[in-house]
């Protein structure tokens, strides 16, 4: 390699997609930004929801077969037990991956992917990069009292969003110069004027959830929040409107994303702060 190469070297630049349940749907629009633009990402990240589609985005999915898949989707696919108050298994979750992208592991992926999940043995975040893709991406979505916890080799994972809700910082730990954070809970937190135990315990997780996400936005040099509000995580109800905000938002950000695949954008400082705190898999 020449000096003149060397120093012209294409920057790395990952893309981070965050969970939201439900709402991560509106991800799908932020990819057909990306298309639009011939925007062409070096490595990808997920949490829960966000696993799904930056495995599917990983490998090669456009957001059109995206919408298909989704559009067909229903609660009962992915929370199988029709038992309420009873923790469904993970079954629904790789059924979808497996149908989708086949019983492969996450090397075989087009691109380089990491899911972000929690061990509630070690409470360590997991970055998964090796290993069955399906059980990797049911861990990180695996919500505590909504599934059941996933084995994974050693390990026992739940919701990677317990530690990592928008993991910004794992493209840069494989070396990546620059990160796009997409984060479709934008709206996790309002308040509550109620003075009654469910109300303030409701906005108590809210606002852990807050804390949760800061990290990502730290980590990403430019963050897409997709505005969800009037949309429940729960449901998939409007996902055509939610792939519409997430596009809307996604171009918005445009310019500024722009600047960063144009070479114009400053790179971001940023310590290993909780490299020690996390496993890799």
């Given at each position: 390699?020449?000096?003149?190469?060397?120093?012209?070297?294409?920057?790395?630049?990952?893309?981070?997609?965050?969970?939201?349940?439900?709402?991560?749907?509106?991800?799908?629009?932020?990819?057909?930004?990306?298309?639009?633009?011939?925007?062409?990402?070096?490595?990808?990240?997920?949490?829960?929801?966000?696993?799904?589609?930056?495995?599917?985005?990983?490998?090669?999915?456009?957001?059109?077969?995206?919408?298909?898949?989704?559009?067909?989707?229903?609660?009962?696919?992915?929370?199988?037990?029709?038992?309420?108050?009873?923790?469904?298994?993970?079954?629904?979750?790789?059924?979808?991956?497996?149908?989708?992208?086949?019983?492969?592991?996450?090397?075989?992926?087009?691109?380089?992917?990491?899911?972000?999940?929690?061990?509630?043995?070690?409470?360590?975040?997991?970055?998964?990069?090796?290993?069955?893709?399906?059980?990797?991406?049911?861990?990180?979505?695996?919500?505590?009292?909504?599934?059941?916890?996933?084995?994974?080799?050693?390990?026992?994972?739940?919701?990677?969003?317990?530690?990592?809700?928008?993991?910004?910082?794992?493209?840069?730990?494989?070396?990546?110069?620059?990160?796009?954070?997409?984060?479709?809970?934008?709206?996790?937190?309002?308040?509550?004027?109620?003075?009654?135990?469910?109300d303030v315990l409701g906005c108590s997780i809210r606002v852990l959830m807050k804390s949760n996400a800061?990290?990502?936005?730290?980590?990403?040099?430019?963050?897409?929040?997709?505005?969800?509000?009037?949309?429940?995580?729960?449901?998939?109800?409007?996902?055509?409107?939610?792939?519409?905000?997430?596009?809307?938002?996604?171009?918005?950000?445009?310019?500024?994303?722009?600047?960063?695949?144009?070479?114009?954008?400053?790179?971001?400082?940023?310590?290993?702060?909780?490299?020690?705190?996390?496993?890799?898999?």
């Open positions: 390699m020449s000096v003149l190469n060397f120093f012209n070297k294409k920057p790395k630049i990952g893309v981070a997609f965050g969970g939201g349940g439900a709402r991560g749907m509106s991800h799908i629009g932020v990819i057909k930004a990306f298309e639009e633009f011939g925007l062409d990402f070096d490595y990808i990240s997920g949490t829960s929801v966000g696993s799904i589609i930056g495995a599917a985005y990983a490998n090669g999915m456009s957001s059109k077969e995206l919408w298909e898949i989704a559009k067909d989707l229903k609660v009962k696919d992915i929370r199988t037990n029709k038992v309420f108050f009873m923790p469904s298994k993970t079954d629904g979750i790789q059924k979808l991956m497996i149908e989708t992208l086949g019983d492969i592991n996450i090397e075989n992926l087009k691109k380089p992917f990491s899911a972000v999940a929690v061990d509630i043995k070690t409470t360590k975040e997991v970055c998964i990069s090796h290993g069955n893709l399906a059980k990797a991406v049911a861990g990180s979505c695996c919500v505590p009292g909504i599934f059941q916890p996933v084995e994974f080799g050693k390990h026992l994972l739940c919701d990677g969003g317990l530690q990592n809700t928008i993991p910004a910082n794992v493209p840069r730990y494989f070396g990546c110069d620059y990160v796009i954070a997409v984060d479709c809970n934008s709206t996790r937190t309002y308040g509550t004027e109620s003075n009654k135990v469910i800061v990290k990502g936005y730290m980590c990403a040099d430019v963050t897409i929040a997709t505005d969800n509000k009037k949309f429940k995580s729960t449901s998939l109800d409007g996902i055509d409107e939610m792939v519409e905000q997430g596009y809307k938002n996604a171009i918005d950000m445009m310019p500024e994303i722009m600047k960063i695949f144009q070479g114009k954008a400053k790179k971001i400082k940023l310590k290993d702060f909780d490299k020690d705190e996390i496993e890799f898999i």
